[in-house]
């Protein structure tokens, strides 16, 4: 009787800071900078992907592409700095990879699908955007992208030196100049 009073107790208490913790794991992520070198198992990079596969977009079109750069010397092209083991995700979807608004809408929310998967089972993560022209003027058959695909966002992963999230993001500006209710 005991234990079954204590087992509820256990998973009551479970239920109450459940969404404590879910809202406390969306606010403390951040753009890694301190990638080290490292091997991403398949297992990890298949929950990522995974994540990035189950996003929502619009009409549920899923319109993307995932090209994954494991080469370090092709994934150097994109960038440079790049830690070897580190994976790059090229998010590709047809068209030009400026004009097409809700794929590029799309694309982004798998990006940041990915980027929370990664640091949810403990990878560094980032977002680019920036190699993105370089990658469409001259790397797409490099990369093997889908025909008349363009890149439209690249999220790289890989482990990092544990750092306090918190402390590790830039800052944000204030809610009270951000946020209006009506
Ligand atoms: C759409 C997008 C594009 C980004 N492009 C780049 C990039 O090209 N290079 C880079 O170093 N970081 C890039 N970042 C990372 C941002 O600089 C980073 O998310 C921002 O500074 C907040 O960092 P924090 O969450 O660690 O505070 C990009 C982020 C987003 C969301």
Redesign the pocket.
Known sequence: MKRIALISVFFVCILMNAPAQNADFALN???ARNFIAGALSTAELDTVLQAGIRAPSARNSQPWHFTVVRNLALAKRIVPDIADGNALIVVSASGDGKTNGAEILDC?LAAESMYLAAQAIGLGS??????VDAVNRGLKSDLGLPAGHSAV?IVRIGKVRQVDAVS???SRKAASALVTYK
């Open positions: 992520h951040y753009a982004g980032r977002i680019y955007t920036g190699p966002v590790a993001a830039s």
